[in-house]
């Protein structure tokens, strides 16, 4: 599978995200006037250091949700647990006004502030891309607004919350009927999250990843505007955002492709030793005309009792299973796909034939 983007491809949008950091932030800066969504409190004559500078005008501001100066060790960490990046303070957003005003604050305070802005859905970045240093962690699973909205007819789509999980759209479409059509294997993962990489599963190959199921954004920019983007909407905008790693805005709500949810799924899984056989089965069944609705391919490390427990899918008594397929080799290849079906149209399953 081809979720986990090559190091050089995040090392690179590292030093973008600080270039374009630099660049948003590079405005000129008039101290006096930071940040005030609240009544201006006259600074003293001679300017404090940068610092209490910042501390005193994010600190006067208010929120529907709150601004937290401590307790944030959870905002240094991610998946990854190899970047602990300490952030100045973590906003816990009730509102998307709480999102733009802090960055109109932030944005007015100018380059020499040196304050960075992340969003962080999961945190399950491997590389602190939620993370920002000495800057402002925004926690978007604290915006639960608006909620979910479901739209039936002949294009279905949801609008969620960028800090909803997929795994919560998952339960919620169901009961209309309706899935999204296309997904990441794994769905403790926020929405805005996965819009800012690609989100890739086994529908991509016919859908596209999901930042190619999205009909619309609604985002914070880099100065604070609330935009909505589309195709036909400040599209430059909606193309940047989408697998933007959260350098080009702040995603506060996405308009979500639907289709009708599948009743039931035939799910078959091929382990392969020889590399050649598992791409070569594998290209073929994606440029099959009548093919399965999902494909995947894994690798498999195969270390002592992984590949048993490997996703619970080989379960360690089944004698039949992966415990049986002999390999020399420490490295094996697994072919997932599923093939959708309603068990009360009498359209035979077992007699797809794609070999
Ligand atoms: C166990 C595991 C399984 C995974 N499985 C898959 C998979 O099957 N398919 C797949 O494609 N990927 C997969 N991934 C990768 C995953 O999609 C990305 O790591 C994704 O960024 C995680 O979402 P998150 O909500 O944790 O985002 P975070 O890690 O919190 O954020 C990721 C990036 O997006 C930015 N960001 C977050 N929210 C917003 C927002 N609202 N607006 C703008 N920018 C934002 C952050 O600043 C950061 O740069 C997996 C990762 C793990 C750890
Ligand atoms: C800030 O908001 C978060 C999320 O709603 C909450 O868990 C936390 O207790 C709040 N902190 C303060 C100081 O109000
Ligand atoms: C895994 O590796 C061991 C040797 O380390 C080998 O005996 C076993 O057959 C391998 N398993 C599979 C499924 O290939």
């Not at 997929?166 to 296309?182: C, D, Q, R, T």
Request: a neutral charge.
């Amino acid at each position: 599978m081809i979720t986990a983007q090559p190091q050089s491809f995040f090392q690179q949008k590292n030093i973008a995200l600080r270039l374009i950091l630099v660049f948003v932030l590079g405005f000129t800066v008039n101290r006096e006037h930071l940040c005030s969504n609240q009544p201006f409190v006259t600074p003293t004559a001679s300017l404090p250091s940068v610092p209490s500078v910042i501390h005193s005008s994010l600190a006067k501001m208010s929120f529907d949700g709150n601004l937290s100066f401590e307790n944030f060790e959870h905002a240094a960490r991610d998946f990854g647990n190899r970047y602990h990046i300490m952030p100045y303070a973590v906003l816990y957003p009730k509102s998307v006004s709480d999102i733009s005003s802090i960055i109109k604050c932030i944005f007015q305070m100018g380059l020499t502030s040196d304050l960075t802005v992340a969003a962080r859905g999961r945190g399950h970045s491997l590389q602190g891309q939620a993370q920002a240093y000495r800057g402002v962690v925004i926690i978007m699973e604290s915006l639960q607004v608006p909620k979910m909205s479901f739209h039936n007819g002949e294009v279905p789509y949801v609008d969620v919350s960028a800090g909803e999980l997929w795994i919560s759209i998952l339960h919620e479409s169901l009961k209309h009927g309706l899935a999204p059509k296309s997904w990441t294997d794994y769905l403790h993962l926020t929405v805005g999250g996965t819009l800012s990489n690609a989100g890739i599963s086994g529908q991509a190959f016919r859908h596209g990843p999901q930042i190619n199921n999205v009909y619309e954004l609604k985002v914070v920019t880099g100065s604070g505007q609330e935009l909505t983007c589309s195709e036909d909407q400040n599209t430059e905008l909606f193309h940047a955002v989408l697998g933007g790693l959260g350098q080009f805005g702040i995603i506060t709500q996405a308009r979500i492709a639907l289709e009708a949810a599948p009743k039931k799924v035939k799910w078959i899984r091929a382990l392969y030793s020889d590399f050649s056989a598992f791409t070569k089965d594998q290209e073929h069944l994606i440029s099959s005309e009548n093919t399965f609705d999902y494909i995947e391919g894994f690798v498999i490390i195969n270390r002592t009792g992984l590949l048993n427990y490997w996703r619970s899918s080989f379960k360690p008594k089944d004698p039949v299973q992966a415990n049986q397929f002999s390999s020399e080799g420490r490295i094996l290849f697994c072919l997932e796909v599923a093939k959708y079906f309603n068990p009360e149209v009498p359209d035979n399953i077992d007699q797809v034939r794609v070999f």
